[in-house]
DNA sequence: CAAAAATAGTTGTTATACTAATTATTTCAA
DNA sequence: TTGAAATAATTAGTATAACAACTATTTTTG
């Protein structure tokens, strides 16, 4: 197939738009990263991700979490070490399988929670607070559509 | 001001939003990563960012690639360490601010670059191929309302 | 001009990400 | 049912990212 003119164009569009995305997102990172900091929060942004995970479903394993978090095997290992050295989370056997490890939070890791998700909705809303929902709701389309494109073979 | 449904409304649809985000941006990255590491490129697709800004202004200095490329002067630093390690750039004393060097390819780095852009222009016509002009535009746009929303007060 | 402030770059520390290799356990299959 | 394959988690090595502290210059300013 010939190289088209909209081809042509496309490449170029998506040199910018790759940029784009990867700015914004690693910008709605640091803002979270910053706003967990000034909050004294004691904890990271990926490390609220997997509590709040937690939060949804407790006693998940170690590779449940990857999967619901899009984080890798020794990605998680580190962020449970690190949860369970403050204590917020804490590493049962899992009886049927003992391969695995059911995750559990601990008191002081829901309580740690409470505090926080006042500041992590804060910053939601300064993220996004100001755009139309339709505007949220097509960028997720397009996102997804993205995300699609790449799965297909990027998850072997 | 209370909390509106409105308001509650976006901090649930911003919850979903910025985990799409982030998890589109990652499987990008991932995408590119692999698509050089397939092409036997030698580099990270972080050092391709860098080859390429050279590549529009050669020799300018770290923290001009820094800024150009959203990333910080100690990453940078490293990154150039590498490509010079590699010798695809160089250092060259600026003359004019003895503090500042100036970064210059190398015609290894040229040529480099010349090899590897095709695996790039393919990656991302994977990505984006798919879409219609109209909705890359229309995320570009939202992304950089979100980008500009945290860009006021996180840039101290 | 000399001291202070600003700037460019480096280095160190901690955290996350990916890959590969390793251990322990469980499941599958001949 | 035992040996092979698969699975869950860990460990190690390299790269990127943020932050802080540091050196070497240059610019400001008093």
Redesign the interface.
């Known amino acids: 197939m010939a190289n088209t003119a909209a081809?042509k164009?496309?490449?170029k569009?998506?040199?910018?738009?790759?940029f784009?995305?990867?700015?914004?997102?690693?910008?709605?990172?640091?803002?979270?990263q910053?706003s967990l900091a000034a909050a004294a929060a004691g904890i990271t942004i990926d490390q609220w991700v997997v509590l709040q995970e937690l939060d949804k479903q407790n006693g998940l394993s170690q590779l449940e979490i990857a999967k619901a978090t899009?984080k890798d095997a020794p990605t998680i290992t580190r962020i449970i070490d690190l949860l369970c050295q403050k204590e917020l989370t804490q590493r049962v056997i899992d009886d049927q399988d003992r391969r695995r490890f059911k995750i559990q939070l601990t008191p002081k890791g829901y309580k740690r929670i409470a505090e926080l998700m006042p500041v992590i909705?804060d910053a939601?809303?300064?993220?996004?607070?100001?755009?139309p929902?339709k505007?949220?709701d097509?960028?997720?389309k397009?996102?997804?559509?993205?995300?699609n494109?790449?799965?297909s073979e990027?998850t072997k």
Chains 1, 2 share one sequence.
């Open positions: 081809q164009d496309i490449v569009k998506s040199e910018i738009s790759g784009i995305l990867e700015r914004t997102a690693k910008r709605m990172k640091q803002h979270f910053q899009f909705k939601r809303q300064k993220a996004w607070g100001g755009l929902d505007d949220i097509h960028l997720v397009t996102l997804n559509i993205v995300f494109n790449l799965s990027d």
